[in-house]
Structures are given as structure tokens and as C-alpha cells.
């Protein structure tokens, strides 16, 4: 059974960065992707980026190239959200997740808690 655990939110001033970590438990052999995701108070839950465990290729949204990079470290079993420029709408909730080898479409089986992200000016 895979299991994640987010860490690394916290407090920041706009502008300043912060990486979050997402520690797997597990076996990863069954893991196709691991994604970020966020969620602000009474919004809904909003695709960050992702990373292809195996090969390591990144997708990251349009609106966020440039500011947030996601990478691994396989042989530590975690996967990194690095933000940096960070503004006020950045605020909200992070979650990891990951996806399940050997079905037909992208989704994601296993989630973690989520770690707090609030950047203030």
C-alpha cells in the first residue's frame, strides 16, 4: 500500500519561495506519476504539476512555468514542489498524489494529508 506524507509548508512574505516535500511509503513500482495539488479555502482543488516517477519527465501549467519546478529523488523515495516568487494567491493547501500504473487514463489512487501553504505581504 502506497501512502504519502506531505512537509515543508509554512509562513512566507510575498515574493520569498518555499519547497515542499512528499515523503513515499511503499512500493513505487506501482506508482506512474506523482502530482501536485492545491486547494484555497472554498475553491476547488487546483492541478499543480506532476512528474513521471520512472523516466522523471515534468508538467507543470502554463501559469505557473517559471515559478514552481517539481523533481524527484528515487533512491530517497521523494518528490519536491520548489516555489519560488510566491504571491498571495498561492495560498492554500498542498497535496501530493500518485497514480496508479496499468490503467487507461491518468488518475490518482494515492493522496496524502496536505501541508499549509500562506504567503502575506
Known amino acids: 500500500q502506497v501512502q504519502l506524507v506531505e512537509s515543508g509548508g509554512g509562513l512566507v512574505q510575498t515574493g520569498g519561495s518555499l519547497r515542499l516535500s512528499c515523503t513515499i511509503s511503499g512500493p513505487t513500482s506501482n506508482i506512474d506519476n506523482m502530482g501536485w495539488f492545491r486547494q484555497a479555502p472554498g475553491e476547488e482543488r487546483e492541478f499543480v504539476g506532476r512528474?513521471?516517477?520512472?523516466?522523471?519527465?515534468?508538467t507543470i501549467p502554463d501559469s505557473m512555468k517559471g515559478r514552481f519546478t517539481i523533481s524527484r529523488d528515487s533512491t530517497k523515495k521523494l518528490v519536491y514542489l520548489q516555489m519560488d516568487r510566491l504571491q498571495i494567491r498561492d495560498t492554500g493547501v498542498y497535496y501530493c498524489?500518485?497514480?496508479?500504473?496499468?490503467?487507461?487514463?491518468?488518475?490518482?489512487?494515492?493522496w496524502g494529508q496536505g501541508t499549509q501553504v500562506t504567503v502575506s505581504s
Open positions: 498524489a500518485a497514480s496508479r500504473k496499468f490503467t487507461p487514463t491518468e488518475s490518482y489512487k494515492w
Open positions: 512528474i513521471r516517477w520512472d523516466a522523471g519527465y515534468t
